[in-house]
């Protein structure tokens, strides 16, 4: 009988302890989940300052005479509207710190009269809750990690960072074709130039009309030759004419057009890519000087540059 009250003693003990190791956490949040929204968090953040960033290029190349009205209208529209769709999102995904379950109170000790069952208890009270002061503290340092991994200061992010969370963002899905953009855009920011390459080739190849895509392509091509070659100048001349589909009178892209047809000595092209940047430039400009300095001396048989 002693034997049987002292076997019920330890089980009733061993369950009241272990109870908060094998209990059902509370936290209606999973740490996988909370994991998964914080990423968002840091995806819609990079996006958001890529949006506004376009969105004053857009008017730098309006006050430029670089768009017309038309273009700048829809252009701006498309990206407010998903700046504010971004905005929305990011309030619902502001950077959360999990909850940790409480521990569940301990009971009182048994009385008991045997000093068998006694030291019994202690051992097992002492063994039971240093297994869970471990696991608590395991835990903790595992949210403590998290923590320190998705939480960002009050200031823009640090583009370093943004760039190495997009690689780790497109090491698990090599086809983000926005996300391949943001990085392209990135490595030239960085002047990463090699990375920019593979980054939109890797755009051309999710969107082979990609006009920004293209024009980039070109110019790095231009930019990193070693020697004039011809061939090397037909490609990035495909880069810019595929380019102009969709940007006919993009400044930047009929300049380095009239360029490569200036080196394959295709001058009268040049003449008239080159006075289309000109005349899509804003009067008065450095870059218009350079421009019309460059088609003075090219209609005089000159080098232009």
Known sequence: MLVLLIGCLLLLVVLAISSPLWRPST??????????????????????EVLVHSLNELDVELAQERLTPSDYARLKATDERRLLHVLDRIDTLRPVTPTEPPAAPLPPP??????????????????????????????????????????????????????????????????????????????LALERISEAKQAWTKVLELDPRNSEAHYHLGVIL??????????????????FDTALVDVPREPAV????????????????????????????APGSEDAEFVKTALTKLRAGQAPF
């Open 27 to 48: 936290d209606p949040t999973p740490i996988g989940h909370l994991a998964e929204q914080n990423q968002e968090y840091v995806d819609l953040t990079i996006e958001r």
């Open 110 to 187: 048994a009385r008991n009269a045997w000093v068998p069952a006694v030291a019994t208890s202690v051992a097992v009270i002492a063994l039971a809750a240093g297994i869970y002061s471990y696991l608590e503290w395991r835990q903790d340092q595992t949210l403590r990690a998290l923590r320190s991994q998705i939480q960002m200061g009050p200031g823009a992010p640090d583009p370093r960072e943004m760039v190495a969370r997009l690689e780790e963002r497109l090491r698990e899905n090599p086809n983000d074709l926005q996300g391949q953009i943001m990085a392209g855009r990135s490595y």
């Open 222 to 239: 231009l930019d990193t030759r070693k020697f004039d070659d011809p061939d090397l100048f037909k490609i990035a001349l495909a880069h």
């Open 254 to 281: 009929n300049w380095y057009r009239g360029l490569t047809l200036w080196y394959l000595k295709r001058y009268s092209e040049a003449d008239t890519a080159w006075t289309t940047a000109f005349q899509n430039l």
